[in-house]
């Protein structure tokens, strides 16, 4: 069975500093994972994935996350914490070996303050 | 273009009532899934359609619980004698194609309370 954690219930940065939300996964075989954000009242929004190839992965608004195999981790962040950046995010992973249902994290809350 | 819509928003019935979600997925994704997220915790897959059948239902928590697609577009979850636990968010997805790789893209959600 596969499953993710995010160790941080919330994550406080300052805007203008980097910030870094954790994911680590368990999965049999290779993994497909994946970043969502969650604005209130709002649905799922997509960020990024990673599939195979590089491990530094890019994505939407400035977000990017790498994989660390040995780890087992895909921890997103971005270089520059904005305000606006202050949502709730999930980590969620699918095996490469077939199935289709996502199995997301607990999500992790992000203040970003001024 | 438009995203993936829910109705209704929010529902709130009776303890033993009926109730029906329905999901309208964006136009030509083939794959379409329902999840559901209880307070604090992430989405938790119900059920997935490939078309107008249902691949995987290995989510549904029991037989209270059933969903169909009859055109291969919009879905409708059904929940049958509603209890107090079914209380959650009901979200629905819907991706281009069934690939493991392919992102799914969500909707806003129903907000189910059952009193």
């Known amino acids: 069975a596969q499953s993710v954690a995010q160790p941080e219930d919330q994550v406080n940065v300052a805007e203008g500093n980097p910030l870094t939300v954790k994911c680590t996964y368990s999965?049999?075989?290779?993994?497909?994972l994946f970043w969502y954000v969650q604005y209130p009242n709002r649905g799922l929004q997509f960020l990024l994935k990673y599939i195979t190839g590089d491990n530094l992965v890019k994505g939407s608004y400035g977000f990017e996350a790498e994989f660390n195999k040995s780890q087992t981790s895909f921890h997103l962040k971005k270089p520059s914490a904005l305000v606006s950046d202050s949502a709730l995010y999930f980590c969620a992973v699918r095996p490469t070996g077939g199935g289709n249902k996502l199995t997301f994290g607990t999500g992790t809350q992000l203040k970003v303050e001024l | 273009g438009a995203g993936v819509s829910q109705t209704p928003s929010n529902k709130v019935t009776e303890k033993g009532k009926y109730v029906e979600l329905r999901c309208d997925p964006i136009?030509?994704?083939?794959?379409l899934y329902w999840y559901r997220q209880s307070l604090g915790q992430g989405p938790e897959f119900l059920i997935y359609?490939?078309?107008?059948?249902?691949?995987?239902d290995s989510g549904l928590p029991n037989d209270r619980f059933f969903a169909v697609r009859p055109e291969g577009s919009v879905s409708t979850l059904k929940i049958q004698r509603t209890e107090r636990g079914d209380s959650a968010v009901y979200l629905c997805a819907s991706s281009f194609t069934s690939a493991s790789m392919a992102e799914q893209f969500f909707g806003p959600g129903t907000r189910l309370t059952v009193l």
């Open positions: 999965v049999s075989g290779n993994p497909y």
């Open positions: 136009s030509g994704h083939t794959a």
């Open positions: 359609f490939q078309g107008t059948g249902a691949a995987d």
